[in-house]
Protein backbone atom coordinates (compact mmCIF):
# COMPACT_ATOMS: atom_id res chain seq x y z
CA UNK A 1 0.00 0.00 0.00
CA UNK A 2 1.76 3.22 -0.89
CA UNK A 3 -0.76 6.17 1.17
CA UNK A 4 0.30 7.52 4.24
CA UNK A 5 3.95 6.37 3.61
CA UNK A 6 2.93 2.68 3.44
CA UNK A 7 0.86 2.38 6.82
CA UNK A 8 -2.21 0.21 6.72
CA UNK A 9 -5.54 1.49 8.26
CA UNK A 10 -4.49 -1.07 11.36
CA UNK A 11 -1.17 1.30 12.38
CA UNK A 12 -3.39 4.24 12.35
CA UNK A 13 -6.61 3.53 14.21
CA UNK A 14 -5.49 -0.09 16.29
CA UNK A 15 -8.02 -2.70 15.94
CA UNK A 16 -10.19 -0.37 13.01
CA UNK A 17 -10.32 -1.75 9.55
CA UNK A 18 -12.13 -0.35 6.61
CA UNK A 19 -15.84 -1.91 6.30
CA UNK A 20 -17.37 -1.60 2.83
CA UNK A 21 -21.61 -1.85 3.03
CA UNK A 22 -22.72 -2.40 -0.62
CA UNK A 23 -26.18 -2.49 -1.44
CA UNK A 24 -27.64 -3.17 -5.22
CA UNK A 25 -30.99 -2.13 -6.23
CA UNK A 26 -33.08 -1.63 -10.08
CA UNK A 27 -32.62 1.40 -11.46
CA UNK A 28 -36.12 2.34 -11.72
CA UNK A 29 -38.76 1.32 -9.14
CA UNK A 30 -41.27 -1.83 -10.02
CA UNK A 31 -44.12 -0.25 -10.13
CA UNK A 32 -45.98 -3.61 -10.41
CA UNK A 33 -43.96 -5.08 -7.70
CA UNK A 34 -42.84 -8.70 -9.76
CA UNK A 35 -39.44 -8.34 -9.86
CA UNK A 36 -37.28 -10.83 -8.06
CA UNK A 37 -34.75 -8.66 -5.53
CA UNK A 38 -31.19 -8.76 -6.96
CA UNK A 39 -28.70 -10.83 -5.19
CA UNK A 40 -25.54 -8.68 -4.24
CA UNK A 41 -24.32 -11.76 -3.71
CA UNK A 42 -24.26 -13.23 -7.14
CA UNK A 43 -23.46 -10.19 -8.29
CA UNK A 44 -19.99 -10.06 -6.39
CA UNK A 45 -19.39 -13.29 -6.91
CA UNK A 46 -19.46 -12.40 -10.64
CA UNK A 47 -16.41 -10.36 -10.12
CA UNK A 48 -14.38 -12.49 -7.61
CA UNK A 49 -15.67 -15.89 -6.60
CA UNK A 50 -13.94 -15.99 -3.89
CA UNK A 51 -15.00 -13.08 -2.22
CA UNK A 52 -16.08 -13.13 1.19
CA UNK A 53 -18.96 -11.05 2.19
CA UNK A 54 -21.74 -10.71 5.13
CA UNK A 55 -24.97 -10.46 3.74
CA UNK A 56 -27.34 -8.14 5.50
CA UNK A 57 -30.36 -8.75 3.18
CA UNK A 58 -30.32 -10.21 -0.55
CA UNK A 59 -29.20 -6.87 -1.74
CA UNK A 60 -27.27 -5.67 0.89
CA UNK A 61 -23.84 -6.87 2.02
CA UNK A 62 -20.92 -5.66 4.08
CA UNK A 63 -17.11 -6.53 3.28
CA UNK A 64 -13.87 -5.76 5.08
CA UNK A 65 -10.19 -4.42 4.00
CA UNK A 66 -6.83 -3.75 6.01
CA UNK A 67 -6.55 -0.76 3.23
CA UNK A 68 -8.33 1.35 0.66
CA UNK A 69 -6.53 0.11 -2.03
CA UNK A 70 -8.15 -2.68 -1.85
CA UNK A 71 -11.30 -1.26 -1.55
CA UNK A 72 -10.64 1.28 -4.35
CA UNK A 73 -9.82 -2.21 -7.00
CA UNK A 74 -13.37 -3.43 -6.06
CA UNK A 75 -15.10 -0.03 -6.65
CA UNK A 76 -12.93 -0.12 -9.98
CA UNK A 77 -14.53 -3.50 -10.84
CA UNK A 78 -17.67 -2.63 -9.97
CA UNK A 79 -17.93 0.59 -12.14
CA UNK A 80 -16.90 -2.04 -15.03
CA UNK A 81 -19.17 -4.55 -14.20
CA UNK A 82 -21.58 -2.05 -14.30
CA UNK A 83 -20.70 -0.95 -17.81
CA UNK A 84 -20.28 -4.09 -19.81
CA UNK A 85 -23.66 -5.39 -18.68
CA UNK A 86 -25.99 -2.52 -18.00
CA UNK A 87 -25.65 -1.52 -21.63
CA UNK A 88 -27.27 -5.26 -22.48
CA UNK A 89 -30.50 -4.63 -19.85
CA UNK A 90 -33.52 -3.52 -20.54
CA UNK A 91 -34.35 -0.17 -18.62
CA UNK A 92 -36.58 -1.78 -15.93
CA UNK A 93 -33.44 -4.53 -15.30
CA UNK A 94 -30.70 -1.96 -14.96
CA UNK A 95 -28.52 -1.98 -11.88
CA UNK A 96 -27.06 0.19 -9.65
CA UNK A 97 -24.68 -0.03 -6.81
CA UNK A 98 -24.20 2.11 -3.80
CA UNK A 99 -21.31 1.72 -1.71
CA UNK A 100 -20.29 2.92 1.88
CA UNK A 101 -16.65 3.14 2.95
CA UNK A 102 -16.51 3.58 7.12
CA UNK A 103 -13.70 3.02 9.57
CA UNK A 104 -14.56 1.07 12.72
CA UNK A 105 -14.02 -1.57 15.06
CA UNK A 106 -15.00 -4.52 12.91
CA UNK A 107 -14.74 -6.53 16.71
CA UNK A 108 -18.15 -3.80 17.53
CA UNK A 109 -21.01 -5.31 16.10
CA UNK A 110 -22.52 -1.31 16.43
CA UNK A 111 -20.69 -0.14 13.30
CA UNK A 112 -22.11 -2.80 10.88
CA UNK A 113 -25.44 -1.85 12.11
CA UNK A 114 -24.38 1.63 12.02
CA UNK A 115 -23.12 1.13 7.97
CA UNK A 116 -26.23 -0.87 7.08
CA UNK A 117 -28.44 2.33 8.26
CA UNK A 118 -26.46 4.85 6.57
CA UNK A 119 -26.34 2.16 3.08
CA UNK A 120 -29.88 2.19 3.28
CA UNK A 121 -30.91 6.25 3.26
CA UNK A 122 -27.89 6.78 0.82
CA UNK A 123 -29.53 4.08 -1.44
CA UNK A 124 -32.67 6.17 -1.27
CA UNK A 125 -30.86 9.24 -1.78
CA UNK A 126 -29.31 8.14 -5.30
CA UNK A 127 -32.54 6.74 -6.73
CA UNK A 128 -33.31 10.01 -8.78
CA UNK A 129 -30.22 9.38 -10.97
CA UNK A 130 -29.72 6.00 -10.60
CA UNK A 131 -30.09 5.45 -14.26
CA UNK A 132 -27.52 7.92 -14.90
CA UNK A 133 -25.27 7.12 -12.37
CA UNK A 134 -25.41 3.49 -11.76
CA UNK A 135 -22.57 3.80 -9.33
CA UNK A 136 -22.55 5.88 -6.24
CA UNK A 137 -19.70 5.95 -3.86
CA UNK A 138 -19.66 7.12 -0.16
CA UNK A 139 -17.16 7.72 2.60
CA UNK A 140 -17.09 8.94 6.08
CA UNK A 141 -15.52 12.18 6.88
CA UNK A 142 -12.66 10.21 9.60
CA UNK A 143 -12.06 7.58 6.39
CA UNK A 144 -11.61 11.07 3.84
CA UNK A 145 -9.17 12.13 6.69
CA UNK A 146 -6.91 8.95 6.69
CA UNK A 147 -6.78 9.03 2.55
CA UNK A 148 -3.82 10.14 1.03
CA UNK A 149 -4.49 13.52 -0.98
CA UNK A 150 -4.53 11.64 -4.45
CA UNK A 151 -6.87 9.21 -3.15
CA UNK A 152 -9.09 12.43 -1.42
CA UNK A 153 -9.19 14.11 -4.93
CA UNK A 154 -11.39 11.18 -5.86
CA UNK A 155 -14.58 12.79 -3.47
CA UNK A 156 -16.30 15.75 -3.16
CA UNK A 157 -16.17 18.06 -0.47
CA UNK A 158 -18.22 16.84 2.74
CA UNK A 159 -22.16 16.15 2.70
CA UNK A 160 -24.08 15.46 5.43
CA UNK A 161 -26.08 12.28 5.56
CA UNK A 162 -28.51 10.34 7.95
CA UNK A 163 -27.07 12.75 10.70
CA UNK A 164 -23.26 11.59 9.47
CA UNK A 165 -20.99 13.62 7.47
CA UNK A 166 -19.98 11.80 4.15
CA UNK A 167 -18.15 12.67 1.07
CA UNK A 168 -19.22 11.42 -2.48
CA UNK A 169 -17.34 10.13 -5.45
CA UNK A 170 -17.21 12.03 -7.97
CA UNK A 171 -18.73 10.51 -11.49
CA UNK A 172 -17.03 8.68 -14.06
CA UNK A 173 -17.74 11.10 -16.75
CA UNK A 174 -16.34 14.46 -14.91
CA UNK A 175 -13.99 16.59 -16.36
CA UNK A 176 -10.30 17.05 -14.94
CA UNK A 177 -9.77 20.44 -13.66
CA UNK A 178 -6.34 20.32 -13.02
CA UNK A 179 -4.78 22.57 -10.18
CA UNK A 180 -1.00 24.32 -9.64
CA UNK A 181 -0.10 25.17 -6.50
CA UNK A 182 2.84 25.54 -4.33
CA UNK A 183 4.14 22.09 -3.05
CA UNK A 184 6.19 22.27 -0.11
CA UNK A 185 7.37 19.68 2.07
CA UNK A 186 4.92 17.69 4.54
CA UNK A 187 3.80 19.60 7.03
CA UNK A 188 5.42 22.71 5.56
CA UNK A 189 3.19 26.21 5.91
CA UNK A 190 3.51 26.02 2.41
CA UNK A 191 1.88 22.77 2.22
CA UNK A 192 -0.78 23.20 4.36
CA UNK A 193 -1.60 26.75 2.94
CA UNK A 194 -2.08 25.20 -0.67
CA UNK A 195 -4.19 22.25 1.13
CA UNK A 196 -6.31 24.85 2.69
CA UNK A 197 -7.09 26.56 -0.49
CA UNK A 198 -7.29 23.40 -2.18
CA UNK A 199 -9.84 21.83 0.13
CA UNK A 200 -11.91 24.97 1.49
CA UNK A 201 -12.09 26.97 -2.15
CA UNK A 202 -11.18 25.10 -4.81
CA UNK A 203 -13.16 21.73 -4.27
CA UNK A 204 -16.06 23.69 -2.81
CA UNK A 205 -15.99 26.21 -6.12
CA UNK A 206 -16.24 22.76 -8.38
CA UNK A 207 -19.26 21.89 -6.68
CA UNK A 208 -22.25 22.10 -9.23
CA UNK A 209 -19.84 22.09 -12.19
CA UNK A 210 -18.65 19.49 -14.60
CA UNK A 211 -15.51 19.56 -13.41
CA UNK A 212 -13.33 17.05 -10.93
CA UNK A 213 -10.26 18.97 -9.31
CA UNK A 214 -6.99 17.47 -9.39
CA UNK A 215 -3.64 18.31 -7.81
CA UNK A 216 -0.87 18.35 -10.31
CA UNK A 217 1.69 17.39 -7.63
CA UNK A 218 -0.70 14.39 -6.67
CA UNK A 219 0.08 12.86 -10.43
CA UNK A 220 1.43 9.14 -10.21
CA UNK A 221 2.91 7.03 -12.58
CA UNK A 222 6.17 6.96 -14.86
CA UNK A 223 5.49 10.13 -16.62
CA UNK A 224 4.38 12.58 -14.33
CA UNK A 225 6.36 15.60 -15.77
CA UNK A 226 4.49 14.38 -19.30
CA UNK A 227 1.29 14.07 -17.93
CA UNK A 228 1.52 17.86 -16.10
CA UNK A 229 2.18 18.87 -19.35
CA UNK A 230 -0.83 17.49 -21.37
CA UNK A 231 -3.00 18.41 -18.31
CA UNK A 232 -1.73 21.92 -18.72
CA UNK A 233 -2.46 21.89 -22.36
CA UNK A 234 -5.50 19.84 -23.08
CA UNK A 235 -7.93 20.09 -19.81
CA UNK A 236 -10.96 21.87 -20.36
CA UNK A 237 -10.14 24.11 -16.92
CA UNK A 238 -6.58 25.11 -15.12
CA UNK A 239 -6.97 26.89 -11.69
CA UNK A 240 -3.95 28.35 -10.39
CA UNK A 241 -3.17 29.22 -6.95
CA UNK A 242 0.12 31.65 -6.69
CA UNK A 243 0.98 31.10 -3.12
CA UNK A 244 1.83 33.41 -0.53
CA UNK A 245 3.75 36.34 -1.76
CA UNK A 246 5.96 36.90 0.95
CA UNK A 247 8.05 33.69 0.22
CA UNK A 248 8.51 34.50 -3.75
CA UNK A 249 6.55 33.32 -6.44
CA UNK A 250 7.30 29.81 -6.70
CA UNK A 251 9.11 29.63 -10.15
CA UNK A 252 7.26 26.14 -11.03
CA UNK A 253 3.87 27.59 -10.46
CA UNK A 254 5.05 30.66 -12.82
CA UNK A 255 6.37 27.97 -15.55
CA UNK A 256 2.94 26.39 -15.07
CA UNK A 257 0.54 28.99 -15.68
CA UNK A 258 2.96 30.43 -18.05
CA UNK A 259 2.50 27.04 -20.97
CA UNK A 260 -1.35 27.74 -19.87
CA UNK A 261 -2.09 31.03 -20.81
CA UNK A 262 -0.24 29.67 -23.88
CA UNK A 263 -2.40 27.88 -25.22
CA UNK A 264 -5.22 30.17 -25.03
CA UNK A 265 -7.09 27.58 -22.94
CA UNK A 266 -10.14 28.76 -19.92
CA UNK A 267 -8.08 29.69 -16.58
CA UNK A 268 -8.44 30.84 -13.35
CA UNK A 269 -5.90 32.73 -11.05
CA UNK A 270 -5.83 32.53 -7.08
CA UNK A 271 -3.85 34.75 -5.14
CA UNK A 272 -4.26 36.04 -1.39
CA UNK A 273 -5.58 39.31 -1.29
CA UNK A 274 -2.58 40.72 0.76
CA UNK A 275 0.85 39.50 2.53
CA UNK A 276 0.97 39.70 5.96
CA UNK A 277 -1.94 42.13 5.67
CA UNK A 278 -0.65 44.85 3.28
CA UNK A 279 -1.45 44.76 -0.30
CA UNK A 280 0.44 43.60 -3.15
CA UNK A 281 1.00 43.95 -6.76
CA UNK A 282 0.70 41.13 -9.31
CA UNK A 283 2.89 41.01 -12.38
CA UNK A 284 1.73 42.86 -15.31
CA UNK A 285 0.38 40.30 -17.23
CA UNK A 286 -1.36 38.91 -14.55
CA UNK A 287 -3.60 41.73 -14.00
CA UNK A 288 -6.93 41.26 -15.77
CA UNK A 289 -10.91 39.70 -14.19
CA UNK A 290 -9.43 35.99 -14.56
CA UNK A 291 -7.25 36.87 -10.92
CA UNK A 292 -9.95 36.26 -7.92
CA UNK A 293 -8.60 37.38 -4.48
CA UNK A 294 -8.79 35.05 -1.65
CA UNK A 295 -8.28 36.20 2.10
CA UNK A 296 -4.71 35.22 3.61
CA UNK A 297 -5.62 34.99 7.10
CA UNK A 298 -9.04 32.53 7.52
CA UNK A 299 -9.98 33.31 11.34
CA UNK A 300 -12.93 35.64 11.58
CA UNK A 301 -13.49 35.38 7.26
CA UNK A 302 -16.13 33.10 7.15
CA UNK A 303 -18.81 34.77 5.17
CA UNK A 304 -15.83 36.86 3.25
CA UNK A 305 -14.74 33.05 2.10
CA UNK A 306 -18.25 32.04 1.02
CA UNK A 307 -18.63 34.97 -1.44
CA UNK A 308 -15.04 34.13 -2.51
CA UNK A 309 -15.86 30.35 -3.48
CA UNK A 310 -19.42 31.87 -5.20
CA UNK A 311 -17.01 34.09 -7.28
CA UNK A 312 -14.63 31.27 -8.48
CA UNK A 313 -17.65 29.23 -9.36
CA UNK A 314 -19.03 31.92 -11.18
CA UNK A 315 -15.93 32.34 -13.05
CA UNK A 316 -15.61 28.67 -13.78
CA UNK A 317 -19.33 28.68 -15.10
CA UNK A 318 -18.60 31.59 -16.93
CA UNK A 319 -16.07 30.65 -19.39
CA UNK A 320 -17.00 27.10 -19.75
CA UNK A 321 -16.97 26.46 -23.74
CA UNK A 322 -20.84 25.95 -24.66
CA UNK A 323 -21.37 22.85 -26.42
CA UNK A 324 -21.67 23.13 -29.94
CA UNK A 325 -25.10 22.04 -31.11
CA UNK A 326 -23.69 18.91 -34.04
CA UNK A 327 -25.12 18.26 -37.24
CA UNK A 328 -23.67 14.58 -37.12
CA UNK A 329 -22.47 12.59 -34.90
CA UNK A 330 -18.95 13.59 -33.56
CA UNK A 331 -16.57 13.11 -30.85
CA UNK A 332 -13.09 13.98 -29.49
CA UNK A 333 -10.86 11.44 -28.67
CA UNK A 334 -7.13 11.36 -27.16
CA UNK A 335 -5.00 8.77 -27.43
CA UNK A 336 -1.89 8.15 -25.79
CA UNK A 337 0.59 6.49 -27.87
CA UNK A 338 2.78 3.59 -26.42
CA UNK A 339 0.48 3.06 -23.46
CA UNK A 340 0.48 -0.85 -23.16
CA UNK A 341 -2.78 -0.15 -21.17
CA UNK A 342 -4.87 1.49 -23.19
CA UNK A 343 -6.43 3.05 -19.85
CA UNK A 344 -5.51 6.87 -21.02
CA UNK A 345 -7.11 6.74 -24.23
CA UNK A 346 -10.07 8.34 -23.81
CA UNK A 347 -13.17 10.10 -25.33
CA UNK A 348 -12.60 13.61 -23.88
CA UNK A 349 -15.67 14.74 -26.02
CA UNK A 350 -19.14 13.48 -27.36
CA UNK A 351 -22.11 15.03 -28.81
CA UNK A 352 -25.62 13.85 -28.10
CA UNK A 353 -26.27 12.17 -31.60
CA UNK A 354 -22.93 10.21 -30.90
CA UNK A 355 -24.79 8.39 -27.90
CA UNK A 356 -27.60 7.58 -30.10
CA UNK A 357 -25.57 6.43 -32.92
CA UNK A 358 -23.34 4.13 -30.75
CA UNK A 359 -26.06 3.01 -28.71
CA UNK A 360 -24.11 4.27 -25.57
CA UNK A 361 -24.86 6.38 -23.19
CA UNK A 362 -22.24 8.81 -21.14
CA UNK A 363 -19.54 8.10 -24.08
CA UNK A 364 -17.15 11.09 -22.62
CA UNK A 365 -14.64 9.94 -20.06
CA UNK A 366 -15.10 6.06 -21.26
CA UNK A 367 -11.99 4.51 -22.45
CA UNK A 368 -11.13 4.19 -26.12
CA UNK A 369 -10.43 0.12 -26.22
CA UNK A 370 -14.06 0.12 -24.62
CA UNK A 371 -16.35 1.59 -26.92
CA UNK A 372 -14.55 0.01 -29.78
CA UNK A 373 -15.24 -3.41 -28.16
CA UNK A 374 -18.94 -2.21 -27.88
CA UNK A 375 -19.40 -1.09 -31.59
CA UNK A 376 -17.80 -4.42 -32.42
CA UNK A 377 -20.05 -6.80 -30.83
CA UNK A 378 -22.83 -4.78 -32.97
CA UNK A 379 -21.11 -5.29 -36.31
CA UNK A 380 -21.37 -8.40 -38.43
CA UNK A 381 -18.14 -10.69 -37.61
CA UNK A 382 -16.85 -10.12 -41.22
CA UNK A 383 -16.57 -6.48 -40.87
CA UNK A 384 -14.25 -6.24 -37.62
CA UNK A 385 -10.85 -6.92 -38.24
CA UNK A 386 -11.10 -4.73 -41.44
CA UNK A 387 -12.49 -2.42 -39.52
CA UNK A 388 -9.72 -2.42 -36.54
CA UNK A 389 -6.74 -2.57 -39.39
CA UNK A 390 -7.63 -0.03 -41.23
CA UNK A 391 -8.11 2.52 -38.54
CA UNK A 392 -4.62 1.76 -36.85
CA UNK A 393 -3.39 2.71 -40.38
CA UNK A 394 -5.20 5.57 -40.74
CA UNK A 395 -3.75 6.78 -36.69
CA UNK A 396 -0.42 5.31 -38.14
CA UNK A 397 -0.39 7.92 -41.19
CA UNK A 398 -1.12 10.79 -38.63
CA UNK A 399 1.98 9.69 -36.07
CA UNK A 400 4.13 9.49 -39.59
CA UNK A 401 2.52 11.98 -41.82
CA UNK A 402 5.82 12.46 -43.95
CA UNK A 403 5.75 8.67 -44.98
CA UNK A 404 2.27 8.52 -46.69
CA UNK A 405 0.98 11.58 -46.99
CA UNK A 406 -1.60 13.30 -45.01
CA UNK A 407 -4.18 13.08 -47.79
CA UNK A 408 -4.24 9.45 -47.76
CA UNK A 409 -5.78 9.59 -44.23
CA UNK A 410 -9.37 8.50 -45.26
CA UNK A 411 -11.00 6.09 -44.18
CA UNK A 412 -12.77 3.37 -46.83
CA UNK A 413 -14.22 0.73 -44.36
CA UNK A 414 -17.28 2.21 -42.25
CA UNK A 415 -18.93 0.82 -39.27
CA UNK A 416 -21.94 -1.10 -40.15
CA UNK A 417 -24.76 -2.34 -37.78
CA UNK A 418 -25.82 -5.51 -37.83
CA UNK A 419 -27.70 -5.19 -34.58
CA UNK A 420 -28.66 -1.60 -33.16
CA UNK A 421 -32.34 -0.47 -31.81
CA UNK A 422 -32.36 2.71 -34.46
CA UNK A 423 -29.73 1.73 -36.99
CA UNK A 424 -29.36 -1.59 -37.88
CA UNK A 425 -28.76 -2.31 -41.60
CA UNK A 426 -26.98 0.71 -41.81
CA UNK A 427 -23.20 2.00 -42.65
CA UNK A 428 -21.30 5.42 -41.08
CA UNK A 429 -18.01 5.99 -42.07
CA UNK A 430 -15.56 7.54 -39.40
CA UNK A 431 -14.00 10.63 -40.68
CA UNK A 432 -10.83 12.12 -39.07
CA UNK A 433 -11.61 15.90 -39.42
CA UNK A 434 -8.77 17.72 -37.38
CA UNK A 435 -5.66 16.32 -35.40
CA UNK A 436 -2.85 17.17 -33.31
CA UNK A 437 0.17 15.47 -31.61
CA UNK A 438 1.76 16.38 -28.86
CA UNK A 439 4.94 15.06 -28.81
CA UNK A 440 6.19 15.57 -25.10
CA UNK A 441 3.26 13.98 -23.69
CA UNK A 442 2.96 11.36 -26.73
CA UNK A 443 -0.66 12.11 -27.25
CA UNK A 444 -2.80 11.97 -30.50
CA UNK A 445 -6.34 13.83 -30.37
CA UNK A 446 -8.29 13.81 -32.63
CA UNK A 447 -11.53 15.21 -34.06
CA UNK A 448 -13.89 12.38 -35.78
CA UNK A 449 -17.23 12.76 -37.54
CA UNK A 450 -19.54 10.09 -38.61
CA UNK A 451 -21.16 10.24 -41.82
CA UNK A 452 -24.04 7.89 -43.16
CA UNK A 453 -22.79 6.00 -45.87
CA UNK A 454 -25.26 3.37 -46.50
CA UNK A 455 -26.28 4.60 -49.76
CA UNK A 456 -22.96 3.97 -51.07
CA UNK A 457 -21.71 1.39 -49.30
CA UNK A 458 -21.17 -2.63 -50.59
CA UNK A 459 -19.86 -5.63 -50.39
CA UNK A 460 -16.41 -6.03 -51.21
CA UNK A 461 -15.10 -9.38 -52.95
CA UNK A 462 -13.03 -9.60 -50.00
CA UNK A 463 -15.92 -10.46 -47.79
CA UNK A 464 -16.28 -7.16 -45.88
CA UNK A 465 -18.34 -3.82 -47.04
CA UNK A 466 -16.78 -0.96 -48.26
CA UNK A 467 -17.81 2.59 -48.96
CA UNK A 468 -17.40 3.71 -52.43
CA UNK A 469 -17.71 7.51 -52.02
CA UNK A 470 -13.89 8.32 -54.01
CA UNK A 471 -12.51 11.61 -55.35
CA UNK A 472 -10.80 9.60 -57.87
CA UNK A 473 -12.70 11.14 -61.16
CA UNK A 474 -13.46 15.08 -61.15
CA UNK A 475 -16.47 16.40 -62.25
CA UNK A 476 -16.84 16.97 -65.82
CA UNK A 477 -17.46 20.85 -66.58
CA UNK A 478 -16.84 20.87 -70.21
CA UNK A 479 -20.57 20.97 -71.02
CA UNK A 480 -22.74 23.65 -69.17
CA UNK A 481 -25.69 25.47 -69.93
CA UNK A 482 -26.02 28.54 -71.18
Same mark, same amino acid.
Given at each position: ???????????????????????????????????????????????????????????????????????????????????????????????????????????? /????????? =???????????????????????????????????????????????????????????????????????????????????????????????????????????????????????????????????????? =???????????????????????????????????????????????????????????????????? /?????????????????????????????????????????????????????????????????????????????????????????????????????????????????????????????????????????????????????????????????
Amino acid at each position: MDNIEGKNISDLFMMDQLIMAIGLDYAIEDEKQGRETPSIKASLHALRPALALSEIEKNKATLTFDNYDDAEELIKETYKYCSDTNDRRTPETTLYFTILLIIGDTNA /PVIFAKAAN =MLASLVQKGKEQASIYPVRVYITHDTYEYLAPHQQDLYHSAIEVASTVVHQRFSEDAQRCFVVSPIGLEGSEIRKRADLVFERYIKLACETTPFRPVRGEMMRGNYILSDVLDALQSDPMVIVYLGPPKLGWNPNV =MIELGIRITTGAPYIVLKDSTSDGEPYDLPFDLKDDRVVDIPEYEEGNAELAVIKIRTIRDRITGIIV /PQWDEIYPSATVDMKIGDPTGEASKYTDASRQLETLFDLKRIIGREVRFVINHLLAMMPFCQRQPFIEEQQSLIAKLLFPTLSGIQSVRATIPIVFQTHQKYKGRAFLPIIVRYNFNKPTNVLRIRVLYVDVTSVTKLDEKGYYVCTLTDAEGIDVSVRQS
